[in-house]
Every structure is written in structure tokens, then in C-alpha cells.
């Protein structure tokens, strides 16, 4: 084979029922290669590290990194990172959403000159309706916000070449949105098509909560168009209105016509909707206020707990 090692990152949270399943799929996989297994648990109050501990135990290649508390997805990546040591290194799921079968792929087109292979899902299978729509929209929207473009239907499963998480790694700001941190650099980048499984066991650990803090985040870390739309909208709203109070009044003192007094429906319907639009102008420059806030607050991505075999 040729000579270089393969990291794979793995984020674990609360997957007991999962993990010795995905462990014998993957290694069976990996094995070929020279490769370290990092799974970093993101605070699981499960079995799922003494799991992980036990097949540490006899395999110095499988590392676990556990975090004090759950810190969420995206920083448990980041630490796998952090940590890697491989020339290519590949995050996948524990839930077996990811087809472990799909690396040898992903190498390939690694060693042919990618610096990012991304597993692109053609189907998925066992997720909400709702939540394919969401995500369909949640792309759309952050690439028509955003000059970095970030593909659609691609989660977290891709491999990185070393020069891309050591970019990563470097970055002073908090790695909050992987997927367009990633796509940012513009490196070279190529595709492998899956078709995305139902989780093996066990149920989604994306709450529509951490759903939307992740749509916020990627959006607040990638444009400020938003701030620039509300000054728009603002000067449309102003402009008409001068328009309307300037007919009106021609309208009654030149032309001596049309209704002066009546017009509640109209003053209602302005004053709710425009005080709509305030709070929620408000709340996108607060977005990004808070994101400041976490940029100087300087508190650490993740702590540790525990390392195994690192
Ligand atoms: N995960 C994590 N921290 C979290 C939520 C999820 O490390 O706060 C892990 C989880 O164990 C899984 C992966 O991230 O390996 C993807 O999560 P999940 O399957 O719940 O998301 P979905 O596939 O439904 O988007
Ligand atoms: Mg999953």
C-alpha cells in the first residue's frame, strides 16, 4: 500500500447501541490502510465510552477523546481534528448513516489530487419531510447570503487532506460551521454519491434547536448581507411611505377627493407589520453581536475529560 495514514474522526453522542457495529463495519474498511480511529465523545451519559474504552483496550489504533459535557457536534469534529495525525482525514457519523464502505472511494480520489472528497447523498432514507425541506432551503438561502458557495446535500462525511485541517486548525475564529469553513479556501474538491441510510439505532440527536443554532451560526459566520438587506428594506419602506403620505395629500388639498379620516385597516396593518420588521432587524443585528460576544469572550471550543491512546 502506498505510504501514508488515514485518520477517522468520529462524534459521538449517546450512540451505546451503535458503536461495536459501526466499529467491526469501519475497520473492516480500514484495516488496509495505516489508520488511527478517534472517537471523541461529546459528553454521552450513555455506555457509550466504556464501549469505546474496551475496544481501546485492544486496539492501540482506536483513541477516544471525551469532553466534560456535550459541546455539540461541529467542536466534536474539531477536536478530532485538532488531534488527527493522518495525511487524510475523514469524519464520519456513528450512526451508520454514513456508509463506511464509501472510503476506499474517497481515498482514491484523494490520492488522484483532491484536497476535499465529500459524500454527497442522492437519497435519504428515514428522515422527516420535514427535514429534507429545511435543509433544501437552509442551503439555498446561505448561498444566495454568501459569496463562499457550500454545497447542498452534504453533511459532515468527507475526507480532508492534511493541508486543509491544518488551515483549519489554525484559524482564530470558532470553528462553528464547518461545512463553510471548509468550502471557504476554495481547494481542490471532488464528489462521491451515496444514498443516506436510516440511523441504525437510536434516534436523531439534531433537535430542531440545535438545527436552527446551526443555521444561524453558518449564516452569521459567512454573510452580513443580512445587515445590509435590513437597510434596503428600510429605505423601500421610508420611500413608500413619503410616496403615499405625498399622494394622499395631493390627492385631498389639490383634487379635494378621497377618504382623509378612515383608514384604520391601513394604520393598524402598518404600524404591526413595521413594528414587526424592527424586532426583527433587532434580532438579526443581534445575531451578530452575539457572535461577537463568543469571538471575545475567548472561552475554549471544548475541555477534555478523558484521552485514551492519545
Ligand atoms: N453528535 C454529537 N454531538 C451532538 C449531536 C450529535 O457528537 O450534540 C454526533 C452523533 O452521535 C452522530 C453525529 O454527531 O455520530 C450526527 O448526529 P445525528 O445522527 O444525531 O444527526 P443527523 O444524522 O440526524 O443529522
Ligand atoms: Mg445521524
Redesign the pocket.
Known sequence: MDNFQISVV??????EKNIQVFFEKIIKVIKKYQYELIF?S?GSTDKSEEIIKKICLKNKNVKLISFTR?F??QM?LFAGYEFSKGDGIISI???L?DPPELIDKMIGLWQKGAKIVYAKREKRKG?SFFKIITAKLFYKLINFLSDTSIPSEV?DFRLLDKSVVFYLKNLKEKPEFLRGLVSWPGFKTEFVYFKRDK?YSGK???TLE?MINLAFNGITSFSTKPLRLSTYFGFMVSTTAVLIVFFKSVQHFIFNQGDWLPGWASLFFSTVFLGGVQLIMIGVLGEYIAKIYREIQKRPNYLIKEKINL
Open positions: 468520529v462524534p459521538v453522542y449517546n450512540e471523541v461529546d456535550n455539540g457536534h466534536a457519523d456513528a450512526d448513516q428522515e453533511g440511523r436523531t440527536h439534531y440545535k
